[in-house]
Structure formats: structure tokens, C-alpha cells
């Protein structure tokens, strides 16, 4: 584990696996004046694949006995951090036991909590992107391709957060890895579906994928919440007549986005890439550290600060 000196000012730690990357160093360095952070820095913590058990108690010890310490945003390895530190935070918020990962780390009234903040980040996400209400107004479904933290966290904010007529009629989620899968079909059992049909469906043929995608209902939502370059899909399939096309990343080259746009036209398909998502998170997470309340004229000007560094 490496990680640099904290100067005797606030601090926010960034943990990862490449928490050096310039990105959210510049994100940080444009919001901080925004924010009326003051001489609040943002700390890199690497925390490599293969860390021990140890390094991830060591880190928490740290930041709980650090006074300059405000907490953290955690960009990689938030189910080992749960995992093997969990028993030293003061606290674990109900979406960091649904959604099995820290994300977030932040303190308060002295004592250091542990948050999944993913959940409200979809939500704030998809009322920017689709606006207030668009299930009860649409009955569509959603496609969701890829089980990953992001995909879980999608997922538990409908089932526990979202009203019960403002959730999509289905909810079909879709990974390679059934032992994933499975452990989404555990953390059901402790959630309430009523009002959306949810399928679990253990996939790993893009063809296949096609097929899903051509029997969604129109205005459906398709997400990639899959963790590279390529699409899950085979580009054989039309998308949803109005329908929403959402990459949870943001990377130009991404080839789901590719196939969207390419029917965006022809179908009155909207695409939208993770940016906002990214920007979402950061902006949450900066609210819990360092106890802010961003509005969305805030998040606005956040965003256009941003634009920038993208």
C-alpha cells in the first residue's frame, strides 16, 4: 500500500487501485473553491488486487485516528474493504450491508461511518436522465447487462428506496458469472420487489442479449454496466422504440455506445454515457465528508466546472 503524507490540513483520501490517475485530482483542485472547501487536499491511497487483509485494517485504523482525516471515496475494492474491516468502523449504513462494499467513508460526531452511496447516485442519476416519475408514466422495463457493484446498487435502489408505482415493470439483470448471480438472488430475499418483476439471468452469449433487447417493451432502459470496451451486445437487435440507451461508463471508444447512436436516429433513442454518473458520485460523496448539502444548482455548476477536466 502506498500513500502520501497527509498535510496538517482537512483531508479526503481517494482509495483505489490507481487512485493516482489525474482525473479526479483535477476534479477535486476545480470543485474545492466551489465547495468553500478551504485548504482541504485529497490524499491517493493504492491498495493493489493482491493487499492483505491487514492493509485494509491498518488504513481504517489511520483514518479513524487521524484528526485531519474527513474520509474517503472509495473507487476500487469496496467488498474487500466491508470484508475485512468492517468490525473496525463505528458504524455500517443499511446500503453498505445490501450492497456487501464500502464506497464511502465519513465521519461524524466522532465516530467513522461506512456507506454504499451508489444506490442514491443512481437515483439522482436517473431523475436528471429520465426525469421525476418516468416509470409510473411508462410502464417499461429495465435491461440491465451486467451484475457488477454498480448493476447491485441499481437494483437495491428500486427495491428499497424507490416508490413502489414508480418502479420498472421488469427488472432483468444479466451476467457471465453465476456465482454473482447467485449472490444477488440472496440479497433479495431481504428486499421488497412488489410492482417489478425481477430475472436473473445467467448469459454469455451476446446473440442471446440481442434477443432480450429486442423484446423490451418501448421507453425501456438498457444499461451496460459492464466493466469494458466492448458491448454485451451483438448488434443484431433493434433497441426500444424511444427507448433509453445508458453506458455507465464514459470513455469515447466504447462500442455499446457505438451501436446506440447508430439507431438513436431511426428508433427516437436517447444515449447517455456514465459522465454524470461520475460526477454524481463525487458530489455525493463530497456531501457525506465533508457534511455539504449540494442542490442541483450546485451539482450544475460542479458539472460545468468539470466539462473541462473531461
Known sequence: MSEATPPAHPTMSLIGANSAHPAPRHIFSSWAPILNLGQAQLVNVDLPPDAPDEAYCDLVTKM????????????????RLL?????LFDDLTSEAGLCDQISCLYKYEGHLLGHAIEPEVSAQVMVRLLGHGY????????LCLGAGSAAVALLVHFAARAMIDDRPRQFLLVDPDLGRLQQVERML???STAEMAVQLIHNVDAVANDRLL?????RSLIVNATPTDR???GGG??????GVAWDLNFRDDLEFLRQARTQAAERGLQVADGWAYFLTRWATALGYIFSLTIDDASFDRLAGAAAARR
Open 64 to 79: 479513524k485516528e487521524d484528526a485531519h482525516c474527513q474520509g474517503a471515496l472509495v473507487a476500487a475494492h469496496g467488498e
Open 83 to 87: 470484508h475485512a474491516a468492517g468490525p
Open 135 to 142: 416509470w409510473r408514466r411508462h410502464r417499461a422495463d429495465l
Open 189 to 191: 430475499r431481504r428486499l
Open 214 to 218: 429486442a423484446d423490451l417493451p418501448p
Open 231 to 233: 458491448s454485451p451486445l
Open 237 to 242: 437487435a433493434p433497441f426500444p422504440l424511444h
